[in-house]
């Protein structure tokens, strides 16, 4: 019912106000007739009887005069049209009416009224001591139509004042209500259209419409607010971004001058590298034959002139000849370090079980009175440049082979592991062993733990090994104990981000 209600316009409401007060005058004027029908019988009845005694004795003693002189009387009463006295033989006694040539009912009726035409008729017996003297008869003007027509005429007035009213009204209303409304509803239509948050909508009264008006500013001016702030901090915003992008864009910059400055570099670097190495290697190379010369004569030396040489002579002689061999031992090693690096990498499927083997046969050969128990495992491969492979085994071999010499039971173990899918090699040897602690020592070139006294040697036979596996990507390690044996595992082809980063900084010892 309340939605039907709020469905309707002001206007509609006003009309339905205005036919709810015909309706309420309708049933009014229904009761109000009925009533009037009612007291209008009531009161001719009064009268009836009232005639019917003071016209009584006039009866008894056939006085006609006084009957009309009474009849006479109701002149006063304009409503009642016409009267008349019966006598009990039912022949009018007197008779009265307010307009001319009025005719009488023949005869007199029973006690009752009737409605006839626009007139209420009435007869009423006139009684004495239980005895019918006569009857009176009235006829009276009804007066309905005159009372409907009045109040017709009253409620068309109502009705169109109350019209009349209600458009005021609603004109009013429209003017305090709805243009205010409109106003404000207008406003917000254009807020959302153009999203100009700067239109304020007219407070036009001080009513609740006037707040809702005041509150919608208040709103308006909130959001205008919060949008310059947002606007404000957007463009804050946009140049931390323009700027973080300019920062960028020269650190790009930057980085691409400093890796150009990089490549530079270590061009020049590797150039110079190089031309160290060839430098080195001629050196070392041209070095070779005055050795190779210094050495044999000194053999000469000794063998020819075996009596002319003291014997301190030939002690100087010996250390002479030790020490150019030494020598050309490490212009040897030398030259293989630069061999290393020299010449293209040629990767093939190798066998590295066999490249161990013929390794320990060397050995073997070249130290036939050794014996150590020496384990190869069968079937490793490696996609490896096999010369390469086998100057790095000849290293790490020969090391085991070397240090283990003083055990009482030397094991040498060559076999390999696999460690995430890629495989690890590894020598073992139960010999000498180091201390951890200098382990990361041990790839530089010239960098021993153990005297030259105890284990000859140069101290270049593991930088040599790094090489090769740093040429292969792959990296290389120990784990030792002095005294218990030593291990290197080695690996020959490139690991992930870690194994990189792990190699690098073994590279730079
Ligand atoms: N298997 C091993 N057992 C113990 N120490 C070793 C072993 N291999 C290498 N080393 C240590 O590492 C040093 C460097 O080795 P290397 O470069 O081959 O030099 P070299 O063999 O000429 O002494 C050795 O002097 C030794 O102290
Ligand atoms: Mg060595």
């Not at 029908?37 to 009531?42: A, F, G, N, P, W």
């Not at 014996?371 to 085994?393: F, P, Y």
């Not at 005294?483 to 595992?489: P, Q, S, T, V």
């Amino acid at each position: 019912m309340k939605r039907l209600i709020a469905g309707f316009s002001v206007r509609q409401k006003l009309l339905a106000v205005v036919l709810l007060l015909l309706v309420a005058i309708a049933v009014m004027v229904g009761f109000d007739l009925r009533n009037y029908r009612q007291s209008l019988i009531s009161d001719m009845t009064t009268q009836a009887d009232l005639l019917g005694r003071t016209t009584a004795p006039a009866l008894t003693f056939d006085d006609s005069r006084v009957a009309q002189e009474n009849l006479e009387l109701l002149h006063y009463r304009p409503q009642i049209r016409a009267a008349a006295i019966y006598n009990a033989r039912g022949k009018i006694f007197a008779s009265y009416s307010n307009e001319v040539g009025r005719e009488f009912p023949k005869l007199p009726e029973a006690d009752g009224t009737r409605i006839e035409g626009n007139d209420l008729v009435l007869f009423k017996r006139i009684v004495d001591n239980r005895e019918i003297l006569g009857t009176v008869y009235l006829r009276a003007n009804y007066e309905l139509y005159d009372r409907l027509v009045g109040y017709l005429g009253i409620a068309a007035i109502v009705a169109a004042l109350a019209m009349l009213v209600a458009y005021v009204l609603s004109r009013q209303l429209q003017h305090i209500i709805t243009n205010p409304l409109l106003a404000i509803a207008e406003v917000a239509r254009e807020v959302t259209e153009k999203r100009t948050f700067s239109l304020r909508a007219p407070k036009l009264s001080k009513d609740e419409i006037g707040m809702l008006a005041e509150s919608f500013n208040t709103m308006l001016a909130e959001i205008e607010r919060a949008t310059r702030d947002l606007e404000a901090s957007n463009e804050v915003l946009g140049r931390e971004i323009a700027e973080h992008n300019r920062a960028e864009r020269e650190i790009l910059r930057l980085n691409a001058e400093l890796e150009r400055r990089v490549k530079e570099r270590t061009a020049q670097l590797e150039y110079t590298n190089a031309e160290l190495e060839a430098f080195c290697y001629s050196v070392s190379h041209d070095l070779r034959a005055p050795l190779r010369a210094i050495d044999g004569f000194g053999q000469a030396l000794m063998e020819d002139f075996p009596k002319d040489v003291p014997q301190e002579a030939q002690r100087y002689l010996t250390r002479i000849r030790s020490s150019t061999q030494r020598m050309g031992q490490l212009i040897e090693d030398l030259l293989n370090l630069s061999r290393v690096s020299r010449g293209g990498l040629e990767r093939r499927d190798a066998d590295v079980s066999e490249l161990a083997r013929q390794v320990v046969n060397d050995l073997q050969i070249r130290d036939p009175q050794r014996k150590v128990d020496i384990s190869v495992w069968d079937g490793m491969r490696a996609n490896a440049d096999s010369r390469l492979l086998r100057a790095a085994l000849e290293n790490l071999i020969g090391n085991a082979w070397k240090f283990s010499a003083k055990t009482d039971q030397p094991r040498i173990e060559i076999g390999s592991l696999s460690d995430d899918g890629r495989a690890v090699f590894y020598v073992r040897d139960n010999g000498a062993g180091f201390d951890m602690a200098y382990a990361d020592k041990l790839f530089g070139a010239f960098q021993r733990l153990h005297s030259g006294n105890e284990y000859q040697g140069t101290g270049i036979g593991l930088a040599t090994v790094q090489r090769i596996v740093h040429r292969h990507g792959g990296r290389i390690w120990a784990d030792a104990k002095p005294g218990k044996g030593a291990a290197f595992y080695f690996t020959l082809e490139s690991g992930g981000v870690e194994n990189a980063s792990r190699d690098m900084a073994e590279a730079r010892t």
